[in-house]
Protein backbone atom coordinates (compact mmCIF):
# COMPACT_ATOMS: atom_id res chain seq x y z
CA UNK A 1 0.00 0.00 0.00
CA UNK A 2 1.37 3.37 -0.93
CA UNK A 3 0.58 5.06 2.64
CA UNK A 4 2.78 6.85 4.79
CA UNK A 5 2.37 6.90 8.59
CA UNK A 6 2.69 9.42 10.98
CA UNK A 7 2.66 8.87 14.39
CA UNK A 8 1.64 11.45 16.92
CA UNK A 9 4.04 10.27 19.54
CA UNK A 10 3.45 13.79 21.44
CA UNK A 11 5.67 15.38 24.57
CA UNK A 12 4.83 15.42 28.36
CA UNK A 13 1.25 16.10 28.07
CA UNK A 14 0.18 18.03 31.18
CA UNK A 15 -2.30 16.03 32.14
CA UNK A 16 0.07 13.04 32.92
CA UNK A 17 1.82 14.74 35.48
CA UNK A 18 3.75 13.24 37.62
CA UNK A 19 4.17 10.63 35.89
CA UNK A 20 6.08 12.40 33.10
CA UNK A 21 8.59 14.23 33.03
CA UNK A 22 12.02 15.41 30.39
CA UNK A 23 13.49 12.03 30.68
CA UNK A 24 10.28 10.16 30.41
CA UNK A 25 7.98 11.47 27.89
CA UNK A 26 4.63 10.22 27.63
CA UNK A 27 5.19 7.85 24.66
CA UNK A 28 7.96 6.48 26.56
CA UNK A 29 5.57 5.66 29.85
CA UNK A 30 5.82 1.69 30.77
CA UNK A 31 2.59 -0.54 29.94
CA UNK A 32 3.19 -4.06 31.33
CA UNK A 33 7.04 -2.90 31.37
CA UNK A 34 7.58 -1.25 27.94
CA UNK A 35 6.97 1.77 26.81
CA UNK A 36 3.60 2.55 25.47
CA UNK A 37 4.73 3.89 22.33
CA UNK A 38 6.51 0.07 21.13
CA UNK A 39 2.44 -0.99 21.41
CA UNK A 40 1.69 1.35 17.91
CA UNK A 41 5.36 0.67 16.33
CA UNK A 42 4.62 -2.96 16.63
CA UNK A 43 0.65 -2.89 15.15
CA UNK A 44 2.10 -0.97 12.44
CA UNK A 45 5.36 -3.39 11.37
CA UNK A 46 2.00 -6.71 11.73
CA UNK A 47 0.58 -4.86 8.96
CA UNK A 48 3.89 -4.40 6.74
CA UNK A 49 3.35 -0.53 7.61
CA UNK A 50 7.35 0.03 8.07
CA UNK A 51 8.02 3.36 6.59
CA UNK A 52 6.84 6.00 9.39
CA UNK A 53 7.41 9.01 10.53
CA UNK A 54 7.12 9.96 14.51
CA UNK A 55 6.55 13.25 15.35
CA UNK A 56 7.39 14.11 18.61
CA UNK A 57 6.96 17.61 21.16
CA UNK A 58 9.84 19.59 21.97
CA UNK A 59 13.69 19.40 21.39
CA UNK A 60 14.35 17.39 24.29
CA UNK A 61 11.86 14.55 23.27
CA UNK A 62 13.61 14.06 20.24
CA UNK A 63 16.59 12.45 21.43
CA UNK A 64 15.41 10.27 23.99
CA UNK A 65 12.49 8.31 21.53
CA UNK A 66 15.15 8.69 18.46
CA UNK A 67 17.58 6.67 20.69
CA UNK A 68 14.89 4.16 22.24
CA UNK A 69 13.86 3.30 18.34
CA UNK A 70 17.07 2.66 16.83
CA UNK A 71 18.14 0.38 19.67
CA UNK A 72 14.52 -1.18 19.99
CA UNK A 73 13.76 -1.36 16.11
CA UNK A 74 17.18 -1.79 14.53
CA UNK A 75 16.62 -3.49 11.19
CA UNK A 76 12.64 -3.78 11.82
CA UNK A 77 11.31 -0.45 10.73
CA UNK A 78 12.49 3.05 8.49
CA UNK A 79 11.78 5.43 11.62
CA UNK A 80 12.28 9.49 10.77
CA UNK A 81 11.73 11.22 14.09
CA UNK A 82 10.67 14.69 13.89
CA UNK A 83 10.24 17.65 16.75
CA UNK A 84 7.96 20.33 16.69
CA UNK A 85 6.70 22.82 19.15
CA UNK A 86 5.27 21.67 22.20
CA UNK A 87 1.47 22.31 22.06
CA UNK A 88 0.94 22.88 18.31
CA UNK A 89 -2.24 20.58 19.06
CA UNK A 90 -2.54 17.18 16.09
CA UNK A 91 -3.03 19.66 13.27
CA UNK A 92 -0.17 22.15 13.93
CA UNK A 93 2.11 18.69 14.25
CA UNK A 94 1.05 17.79 10.56
CA UNK A 95 0.84 21.21 9.56
CA UNK A 96 4.98 21.45 10.59
CA UNK A 97 5.56 18.19 9.23
CA UNK A 98 3.75 18.86 5.81
CA UNK A 99 6.79 18.71 3.40
CA UNK A 100 7.78 15.22 4.71
CA UNK A 101 4.19 13.90 3.22
CA UNK A 102 4.72 12.80 -0.15
CA UNK A 103 2.02 9.58 -0.60
CA UNK A 104 -1.15 9.88 -2.15
CA UNK A 105 -3.00 8.81 1.50
CA UNK A 106 -1.27 9.26 5.03
CA UNK A 107 -2.14 6.91 8.31
CA UNK A 108 -2.22 9.21 11.31
CA UNK A 109 -1.75 7.19 14.49
CA UNK A 110 -1.55 8.49 17.81
CA UNK A 111 1.77 7.17 20.12
CA UNK A 112 -0.85 6.39 22.98
CA UNK A 113 -2.81 4.06 21.00
CA UNK A 114 -3.32 0.65 22.76
CA UNK A 115 -4.96 -1.95 20.66
CA UNK A 116 -5.28 -4.77 18.52
CA UNK A 117 -7.15 -3.93 15.58
CA UNK A 118 -5.48 -3.85 12.24
CA UNK A 119 -4.14 -0.58 11.02
CA UNK A 120 -3.77 -2.21 7.68
CA UNK A 121 -7.84 -2.90 7.55
CA UNK A 122 -8.92 0.97 8.23
CA UNK A 123 -6.28 1.31 5.43
CA UNK A 124 -8.01 -1.05 3.10
CA UNK A 125 -10.97 0.62 3.77
CA UNK A 126 -10.08 4.24 3.07
CA UNK A 127 -8.77 2.92 -0.43
CA UNK A 128 -12.05 0.73 -1.09
CA UNK A 129 -14.30 4.04 -0.86
CA UNK A 130 -11.49 6.24 -2.22
CA UNK A 131 -12.52 8.69 0.49
CA UNK A 132 -11.12 11.82 1.94
CA UNK A 133 -10.82 10.52 5.58
CA UNK A 134 -11.75 7.81 7.22
CA UNK A 135 -11.85 7.85 11.11
CA UNK A 136 -11.36 4.63 13.41
CA UNK A 137 -13.85 4.46 16.18
CA UNK A 138 -14.04 1.25 19.08
CA UNK A 139 -16.61 1.39 22.02
CA UNK A 140 -15.96 3.60 24.46
CA UNK A 141 -13.19 1.72 27.22
CA UNK A 142 -14.51 1.04 30.55
CA UNK A 143 -12.79 2.89 33.16
CA UNK A 144 -12.22 2.63 36.54
CA UNK A 145 -10.66 0.57 39.84
CA UNK A 146 -11.87 -3.56 39.04
CA UNK A 147 -14.87 -5.09 40.95
CA UNK A 148 -12.63 -6.69 42.94
CA UNK A 149 -10.82 -4.12 44.28
CA UNK A 150 -11.09 -3.51 48.34
CA UNK A 151 -12.06 0.43 47.59
CA UNK A 152 -15.74 0.99 48.58
CA UNK A 153 -18.48 3.25 47.07
CA UNK A 154 -21.11 3.08 44.85
CA UNK A 155 -19.01 5.77 42.63
CA UNK A 156 -16.45 3.23 42.71
CA UNK A 157 -17.68 1.12 39.79
CA UNK A 158 -16.52 0.65 36.22
CA UNK A 159 -17.97 2.73 33.92
CA UNK A 160 -18.27 3.93 29.96
CA UNK A 161 -17.92 7.75 29.69
CA UNK A 162 -19.43 9.46 26.66
CA UNK A 163 -16.61 10.94 24.06
CA UNK A 164 -18.24 11.80 21.34
CA UNK A 165 -22.11 12.06 19.60
CA UNK A 166 -22.04 10.26 15.87
CA UNK A 167 -24.13 10.00 12.89
CA UNK A 168 -23.76 6.90 10.63
CA UNK A 169 -25.30 6.03 7.46
CA UNK A 170 -27.60 2.98 8.06
CA UNK A 171 -25.00 0.72 6.66
CA UNK A 172 -22.23 2.25 9.05
CA UNK A 173 -19.66 2.77 6.11
CA UNK A 174 -19.95 6.95 6.24
CA UNK A 175 -19.81 9.73 8.93
CA UNK A 176 -22.63 12.03 8.77
CA UNK A 177 -22.47 14.12 11.64
CA UNK A 178 -19.51 14.35 14.96
CA UNK A 179 -19.72 16.75 17.86
CA UNK A 180 -16.42 15.61 19.99
CA UNK A 181 -15.22 17.80 23.27
CA UNK A 182 -17.37 20.59 24.35
CA UNK A 183 -20.07 20.16 21.60
CA UNK A 184 -21.19 16.54 23.10
CA UNK A 185 -23.17 19.83 25.41
CA UNK A 186 -24.88 21.04 23.05
CA UNK A 187 -28.03 20.44 20.91
CA UNK A 188 -27.50 18.46 17.94
CA UNK A 189 -28.23 20.23 14.91
CA UNK A 190 -27.63 18.17 11.96
CA UNK A 191 -27.54 19.20 7.55
CA UNK A 192 -30.65 18.63 6.02
CA UNK A 193 -28.25 18.25 2.52
CA UNK A 194 -27.26 15.33 4.50
CA UNK A 195 -30.11 14.18 6.16
CA UNK A 196 -31.95 14.86 2.79
CA UNK A 197 -29.07 12.88 0.89
CA UNK A 198 -29.05 10.04 2.96
CA UNK A 199 -33.14 9.61 4.46
CA UNK A 200 -32.15 7.98 7.92
CA UNK A 201 -28.93 8.48 10.35
CA UNK A 202 -28.47 6.51 13.19
CA UNK A 203 -26.71 8.03 16.36
CA UNK A 204 -24.19 6.69 18.49
CA UNK A 205 -22.82 8.27 21.70
CA UNK A 206 -21.08 4.82 22.84
CA UNK A 207 -18.18 5.34 20.53
CA UNK A 208 -14.66 6.48 21.24
CA UNK A 209 -12.49 8.10 18.12
CA UNK A 210 -9.70 6.18 18.38
CA UNK A 211 -7.60 8.84 16.85
CA UNK A 212 -6.34 6.85 13.77
CA UNK A 213 -6.85 8.58 10.94
CA UNK A 214 -6.56 7.83 6.63
CA UNK A 215 -6.66 10.76 4.89
CA UNK A 216 -6.10 11.65 1.42
CA UNK A 217 -2.64 13.59 1.00
CA UNK A 218 -4.08 16.30 -0.63
CA UNK A 219 -7.45 17.05 1.02
CA UNK A 220 -5.38 17.40 4.47
CA UNK A 221 -2.44 19.52 2.67
CA UNK A 222 -5.00 21.54 1.29
CA UNK A 223 -7.08 22.03 4.92
CA UNK A 224 -3.94 22.35 6.99
CA UNK A 225 -2.98 25.54 4.41
CA UNK A 226 -6.48 26.75 3.95
CA UNK A 227 -7.18 26.72 7.79
CA UNK A 228 -4.64 28.02 9.46
CA UNK A 229 -6.43 28.82 12.93
CA UNK A 230 -6.98 24.57 13.19
CA UNK A 231 -4.95 22.87 15.67
CA UNK A 232 -6.99 19.43 16.67
CA UNK A 233 -7.86 16.81 14.04
CA UNK A 234 -10.19 15.42 15.90
CA UNK A 235 -12.09 18.80 16.85
CA UNK A 236 -11.50 20.92 14.34
CA UNK A 237 -10.31 19.07 10.82
CA UNK A 238 -12.17 15.86 11.00
CA UNK A 239 -16.14 18.14 11.64
CA UNK A 240 -14.92 20.47 8.89
CA UNK A 241 -14.67 17.42 6.18
CA UNK A 242 -17.38 15.89 7.94
CA UNK A 243 -19.33 19.19 7.56
CA UNK A 244 -18.37 20.08 3.74
CA UNK A 245 -18.46 16.67 2.43
CA UNK A 246 -21.73 17.12 0.02
CA UNK A 247 -20.34 21.06 -0.47
CA UNK A 248 -16.95 20.67 -0.83
CA UNK A 249 -15.10 23.64 -0.89
CA UNK A 250 -11.64 21.80 -1.14
CA UNK A 251 -10.33 20.81 -4.36
CA UNK A 252 -11.98 23.52 -6.19
CA UNK A 253 -8.73 25.01 -6.87
CA UNK A 254 -8.43 27.84 -4.00
CA UNK A 255 -11.71 28.85 -5.19
CA UNK A 256 -13.84 28.38 -2.00
CA UNK A 257 -17.74 27.93 -2.31
CA UNK A 258 -19.90 30.21 0.65
CA UNK A 259 -19.01 28.46 4.16
CA UNK A 260 -22.64 28.89 5.13
CA UNK A 261 -24.63 27.70 2.14
CA UNK A 262 -26.28 30.91 0.07
CA UNK A 263 -26.38 27.29 -1.73
CA UNK A 264 -30.06 26.69 -2.98
CA UNK A 265 -31.84 24.05 -0.82
CA UNK A 266 -31.65 22.14 -4.28
CA UNK A 267 -31.26 18.99 -1.83
CA UNK A 268 -34.76 18.70 -0.64
CA UNK A 269 -36.51 17.78 -3.36
CA UNK A 270 -33.62 15.05 -3.93
CA UNK A 271 -34.25 12.23 -1.90
CA UNK A 272 -32.58 9.02 -1.91
CA UNK A 273 -34.34 5.69 -2.11
CA UNK A 274 -32.99 4.23 1.16
CA UNK A 275 -33.12 0.46 -0.37
CA UNK A 276 -30.29 2.27 -2.72
CA UNK A 277 -28.39 2.81 0.09
CA UNK A 278 -28.74 -0.37 2.01
CA UNK A 279 -27.77 -2.12 -1.31
CA UNK A 280 -24.44 -3.75 -1.01
CA UNK A 281 -21.19 -1.57 -1.07
CA UNK A 282 -20.98 -1.57 -5.25
CA UNK A 283 -23.33 0.25 -5.53
CA UNK A 284 -22.74 4.11 -5.37
CA UNK A 285 -22.66 5.82 -2.05
CA UNK A 286 -25.15 8.27 -1.00
CA UNK A 287 -22.59 10.81 -2.27
CA UNK A 288 -22.22 9.68 -5.53
CA UNK A 289 -26.02 9.88 -6.17
CA UNK A 290 -26.63 12.89 -4.75
CA UNK A 291 -23.53 14.29 -6.87
CA UNK A 292 -25.81 13.36 -10.13
CA UNK A 293 -28.70 15.65 -8.78
CA UNK A 294 -32.59 14.71 -9.31
CA UNK A 295 -31.99 14.31 -12.71
CA UNK A 296 -29.45 11.69 -12.92
CA UNK A 297 -26.62 13.97 -14.23
CA UNK A 298 -23.88 15.98 -12.41
CA UNK A 299 -24.31 19.53 -12.20
CA UNK A 300 -20.96 21.33 -12.21
CA UNK A 301 -21.23 23.02 -9.00
CA UNK A 302 -21.42 19.48 -6.89
CA UNK A 303 -18.14 18.75 -5.60
CA UNK A 304 -18.53 15.95 -3.09
CA UNK A 305 -15.94 13.94 -0.62
CA UNK A 306 -16.68 10.83 1.42
CA UNK A 307 -15.75 10.66 4.82
CA UNK A 308 -15.68 7.31 6.23
CA UNK A 309 -15.72 5.46 9.74
CA UNK A 310 -14.22 2.11 10.31
CA UNK A 311 -16.09 0.27 13.12
CA UNK A 312 -13.70 -1.80 15.51
CA UNK A 313 -15.61 -5.14 16.23
CA UNK A 314 -16.66 -4.90 19.90
CA UNK A 315 -14.23 -7.96 20.63
CA UNK A 316 -11.27 -6.09 20.29
CA UNK A 317 -9.21 -4.25 22.84
CA UNK A 318 -8.71 -0.19 22.09
CA UNK A 319 -7.90 2.46 24.69
CA UNK A 320 -5.56 5.40 24.85
CA UNK A 321 -3.05 6.54 27.68
CA UNK A 322 -3.72 10.13 27.90
CA UNK A 323 -4.85 10.68 31.15
CA UNK A 324 -3.29 8.80 34.41
CA UNK A 325 -7.16 6.71 35.08
CA UNK A 326 -6.06 5.83 31.52
CA UNK A 327 -2.58 4.50 32.22
CA UNK A 328 -3.54 2.47 35.40
CA UNK A 329 -6.88 0.87 33.32
CA UNK A 330 -4.30 0.03 30.30
CA UNK A 331 -1.71 -1.56 32.82
CA UNK A 332 -4.03 -3.63 34.29
CA UNK A 333 -5.97 -4.78 30.90
CA UNK A 334 -2.59 -5.66 29.47
CA UNK A 335 -2.00 -7.52 32.01
CA UNK A 336 -5.44 -8.97 32.85
CA UNK A 337 -7.98 -9.38 30.25
CA UNK A 338 -6.07 -7.77 27.31
CA UNK A 339 -2.99 -9.74 28.16
CA UNK A 340 -2.84 -11.53 24.60
CA UNK A 341 -1.70 -7.91 23.49
CA UNK A 342 1.70 -8.02 25.77
CA UNK A 343 3.16 -10.17 23.88
CA UNK A 344 4.09 -12.06 26.99
CA UNK A 345 3.98 -15.65 27.88
CA UNK A 346 2.17 -16.16 31.19
CA UNK A 347 2.63 -18.25 33.65
CA UNK A 348 0.79 -21.09 34.85
CA UNK A 349 -0.90 -18.98 37.30
CA UNK A 350 -1.78 -16.51 34.95
CA UNK A 351 1.21 -13.77 35.71
CA UNK A 352 4.44 -12.84 34.37
CA UNK A 353 8.00 -13.49 37.08
CA UNK A 354 11.10 -12.86 34.96
CA UNK A 355 13.35 -15.35 35.43
CA UNK A 356 16.43 -13.10 37.31
CA UNK A 357 13.49 -12.16 39.55
CA UNK A 358 14.44 -13.05 43.02
CA UNK A 359 11.15 -13.85 45.89
CA UNK A 360 11.51 -14.12 49.73
CA UNK A 361 10.06 -17.11 51.63
CA UNK A 362 6.27 -16.58 51.76
CA UNK A 363 5.99 -14.17 49.29
CA UNK A 364 3.18 -14.69 47.06
CA UNK A 365 2.68 -12.93 43.44
CA UNK A 366 -0.65 -13.14 42.21
CA UNK A 367 -2.61 -13.38 38.83
CA UNK A 368 -2.43 -10.96 36.69
CA UNK A 369 0.61 -9.46 37.83
CA UNK A 370 3.97 -8.62 36.68
CA UNK A 371 7.31 -9.05 37.72
CA UNK A 372 10.25 -7.33 35.79
CA UNK A 373 13.83 -8.52 35.68
CA UNK A 374 16.38 -8.29 38.47
CA UNK A 375 14.08 -7.21 40.57
CA UNK A 376 14.09 -8.76 44.69
CA UNK A 377 11.36 -8.94 46.61
CA UNK A 378 11.83 -9.75 50.82
CA UNK A 379 9.80 -12.31 52.98
CA UNK A 380 6.09 -12.19 53.76
CA UNK A 381 5.38 -10.14 50.59
CA UNK A 382 2.15 -10.03 48.58
CA UNK A 383 1.37 -8.43 45.07
CA UNK A 384 -2.25 -8.45 43.42
CA UNK A 385 -3.20 -6.96 40.18
CA UNK A 386 -0.30 -4.97 39.84
CA UNK A 387 3.19 -4.43 38.27
CA UNK A 388 6.49 -4.14 39.13
CA UNK A 389 9.10 -3.17 37.06
CA UNK A 390 12.91 -3.59 36.63
CA UNK A 391 15.43 -3.66 39.31
CA UNK A 392 13.09 -2.91 42.19
CA UNK A 393 14.32 -3.73 46.01
CA UNK A 394 11.71 -4.37 48.05
CA UNK A 395 11.43 -4.97 51.77
CA UNK A 396 9.74 -7.73 53.84
CA UNK A 397 6.05 -7.30 54.85
CA UNK A 398 5.01 -5.63 51.82
CA UNK A 399 1.76 -5.21 50.48
CA UNK A 400 0.93 -4.14 46.60
CA UNK A 401 -2.19 -3.82 45.21
CA UNK A 402 -3.77 -2.51 41.95
CA UNK A 403 -0.17 -1.22 41.37
CA UNK A 404 2.34 0.50 38.97
CA UNK A 405 5.47 0.55 40.19
CA UNK A 406 8.16 1.25 37.44
CA UNK A 407 12.05 1.12 36.82
CA UNK A 408 14.63 0.85 40.35
CA UNK A 409 11.79 1.58 42.89
CA UNK A 410 13.00 1.29 46.56
CA UNK A 411 10.58 -0.05 49.16
CA UNK A 412 11.38 -0.22 52.98
CA UNK A 413 9.77 -3.15 54.93
CA UNK A 414 6.38 -3.05 55.76
CA UNK A 415 4.92 -0.57 53.38
CA UNK A 416 1.28 -0.55 51.77
CA UNK A 417 0.65 0.49 48.18
CA UNK A 418 -2.91 0.25 47.23
CA UNK A 419 -4.16 1.79 43.92
CA UNK A 420 -1.29 4.04 43.19
CA UNK A 421 1.24 4.68 40.09
CA UNK A 422 5.20 5.42 41.51
CA UNK A 423 7.39 6.74 39.04
CA UNK A 424 10.98 5.46 38.54
CA UNK A 425 13.99 5.77 40.98
CA UNK A 426 11.51 6.62 44.13
CA UNK A 427 12.35 5.55 47.79
CA UNK A 428 9.65 4.45 50.12
CA UNK A 429 11.19 4.61 53.83
CA UNK A 430 9.69 1.57 55.74
CA UNK A 431 6.09 1.39 56.52
CA UNK A 432 4.70 3.87 54.21
CA UNK A 433 1.39 3.94 53.09
CA UNK A 434 -0.01 4.93 49.80
CA UNK A 435 -3.44 4.74 49.00
CA UNK A 436 -4.74 5.92 45.33
CA UNK A 437 -1.49 8.14 44.50
CA UNK A 438 1.01 9.44 42.16
CA UNK A 439 4.65 9.52 42.73
CA UNK A 440 6.95 11.65 40.41
CA UNK A 441 10.45 10.10 39.78
CA UNK A 442 13.23 10.26 42.35
CA UNK A 443 10.53 11.12 45.39
CA UNK A 444 10.98 10.50 48.82
CA UNK A 445 8.43 9.02 50.59
CA UNK A 446 9.60 9.28 54.55
CA UNK A 447 9.52 6.92 57.15
CA UNK A 448 5.93 5.85 58.58
CA UNK A 449 4.13 8.84 56.16
CA UNK A 450 0.87 7.92 55.38
CA UNK A 451 -0.94 9.73 51.90
CA UNK A 452 -4.46 9.41 49.90
CA UNK A 453 -4.97 10.43 46.87
CA UNK A 454 -2.20 12.35 46.50
CA UNK A 455 0.33 13.46 43.59
CA UNK A 456 4.02 13.96 44.75
CA UNK A 457 6.44 15.15 42.80
CA UNK A 458 10.09 16.57 43.77
CA UNK A 459 10.02 20.32 43.80
Given at each position: MD???VVLAGGSSKKLLPLVSKDVPKSLLPVANRPVLSYVLELLEQSNLKDLIVVVEGEDTDGLIENWISEAYVDRLHVQVA????EVGTAGALRAITHHLTASDILVVSGDLVCDISPGAVAAAHRRHDAVVTAMFCSVPV???PESGSSGGKDKTKKPGCYNIVGLDLTEQFLLYIAAGMEVEKDIKVQKSILSAVGKMEIRADLMDAHLYAFKRSVLQEVLNQKQTFRSLKQDVLPYLVKTQLRSEI????????ENGNEKDAFSNN??????LLANASTPSFHELYALGPNGFAPAERKIHKCCVYLASKSKYCARLNSIQAFSDINRDVIGDASHISGCSFSVHNNVIHPSAVLGSKTTVGPQCMLGEGSQMGDKCSVKRSVIGRHCRIGSNVKVVNSVIMNHVTIGDGCSIQGSVISSNVQLQERAVLKDCQIGAGFVVTAGSEYKG???ARK
Open positions: FQVAVPETGPLLNGAQAEKVMLSQESL
